[in-house]
């Protein structure tokens, strides 16, 4: 299974729309699935406002190259 190396979060503000590195870190996708972050916020360190995380707005980067989007993970991961 692919590492992870890094997690980011868009943030969902209208006036900043920035990504940030998230506030918890996970090693591999089951601890990231399974993990209570998924529909939590977090605080974006740019505008300060507090944004959902979501797989919609979140991005991962793994051992195997650079950023995907978690729906692409999990749509090629079987
Ligand atoms: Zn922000």
Request: glycine share 6%; hydrophobic share 35%.
């Amino acid at each position: 299974m692919d590492k992870i190396t890094e997690i980011q979060i868009l943030c969902l503000n209208r006036n900043c729309v920035k990504w940030f590195n998230s506030p918890i870190f996970f090693g591999d996708m089951d601890s990231l699935m399974s993990s209570t972050l998924i529909g939590n916020k977090a605080q974006c360190p740019h505008c300060k406002e507090m944004t959902p995380c979501n797989t919609a707005n979140m991005r991962v980067k793994s051992t195997d190259g650079g950023f995907q989007g978690l729906d692409t993970v999990l749509s090629t991961r079987d």
